[in-house]
């Protein structure tokens, strides 16, 4: 069974993902700044430079895994395309132009918001007409790697900065590198601190459940199969970051952040007391896949099942940082039952 980082726009799947492959070496690139504009440092803040000048035609040089790009210090028309439009949207920052997102990752202000944005296409697929109409000062791409765009019939219409993603602990830190190259770091950064104080305080509020309570991380796409996810995965980051302590799976070994198993292993999560399974479906509920593991005689045997501490979570695969600030809000709700 095999999984691919959740894409914001409307073509994400759910259930099993899509090739194990994606997981590459973690990205080491951090945002640098032109000698004439801004300065960025190692948590992806920007501070002006001595004697800077706040001028329409300012740049400032940004560093991606691509090479250094020369790009507007401010730059005023922006498009985003796939992770990086929903990100530019979360921190407020304006576009011209974004590619679909999911509404069901959306607030109702942000669907509003979104309709009077043009969109210039779906995923990796373009309408490079569309976007060289719109004039844009700087285009910012953000996606798995594995997923190509077509960077040289974009570079003539404007400075294109891509951040690609390999690992599920790359997608909330590529944020601020996304808000960064906008010409605006501090955005990213209320966004971030916001998830951050909720967790820390999530952390030290219930420090005496969490310590005697095993967590696990469960979905399944493919028939008589299923995986568990570890502290490295999508999920698995924020409860980790909430404080929560992961289930000892017998005998599993997780060589990325996920082991898949079959039917017949359920019983290995009977160490669990919550069990969280994705709920990215209408409603958030889980998937066929996925309904129909919780529908096997030995998972209904588990503890946590018994219990009734088995608990659908949408944003499974979580990309954005309001996503993972619900999540938190939806274990605070599960440790206040325990």
Known sequence: ?????????NSRQRGARGPRG????????????GAAACTTSSDGSASDTKGSSASANATRVVSTPDGDVTVPAKPKRIIGLSYAAAWLLDSGIPMVGVTSIDDAALSA????KVKEIPLVGEGNELN????????PDLIIIS???RVQFQIDKLKPIAPVVSFGIGNPDELLATTLKVTDAAGRPEAGLKVKKAYEEKAARIKSTYADKLAKTDWAIVNSGESGKFSAYDGKSWLGLVVKDAGGRFAALPGVGFED?????????????????VILVDGDEAGGKPSAETTDLMNQTNWKALKAAKAQQVHPVPAFFTSRY???????DQLEQILKTL
Do not use: C, N, Y
């Open 22 to 33: 994606l997981l590459a070496a973690l990205l080491t690139t951090v945002l640098i700044a």
């Open 109 to 112: 202000e942000q669907k509003a």
């Open 143 to 145: 996606a798995p790697k």
């Open 257 to 273: 952040a996920w082991a898949d198993l079959s039917f017949e292993e359920i019983g290995k999560l009977d160490g669990a007391d």
């Open 1 to 9: 069974m095999t999984r691919h980082i959740a894409s914001p726009d």
């Open 322 to 328: 309001p996503e993972a600030d619900r999540i938190l």
């Open 128 to 135: 490079f007409e569309k976007i060289a109409s719109l004039t």
